[in-house]
Nanobody
Framework: EVQLVQSGGGLVQAGGSLRLSCAAS????????IGWFRQVPGKEREFVAA????????YYADSVKGRFTISRDNAKNTVYLQIHSLKPEDTADYYC?????????????????WGKGTLVTVSS
């Protein structure tokens, strides 16, 4: 069974840091580009960041550049999203996804698998 298992969400004060993890099972994570998306209730899911299969290319939404870092450890079949300088507007459900390419995910498409989401709440 193919799964993307997420962990690392929670309640954080503004200005704090958090690391989200996305562990792949049922497939080898380096067969896919991996991305992170987030969604606030009542709004569309938005692209946050993506990393290529081997990890040499990363792409970020403008709103998170400089604060979010995506990385992957293919030996552990895991992708991470390190978040610094959290803001209340970062509060959302965060989803990892496996897809065909960084470019496709940056455009909001090309997703083959989704994680179940993890909630990040940033208090002011």
């Amino acid at each position: 069974e193919v799964q993307l298992v997420q962990s690392g969400g929670g309640l954080v004060q503004a200005g704090g840091s958090l690391r989200l993890s996305c562990a792949a099972s049922g497939f080898t994570s380096d067969d896919y580009a991996i991305g992170w998306f987030r969604q606030v209730p009542g709004k569309e899911r938005e692209f946050v960041a993506a990393i290529s299969r081997i990890g040499g290319w990363t792409y970020y939404a403008d709103s998170v550049k400089g604060r979010f870092t995506i990385s992957r450890d293919n030996a552990k079949n895991t992708v991470y999203l390190q978040i610094h300088s959290l803001k209340p507007e970062d509060t959302a459900d965060y989803y990892c996804a496996a897809g065909r390419s960084v470019q496709a995910m940056g455009g909001g498409g090309g997703i083959d698998y989704w994680g179940k989401g993890t909630l990040v709440t940033v208090s002011s």
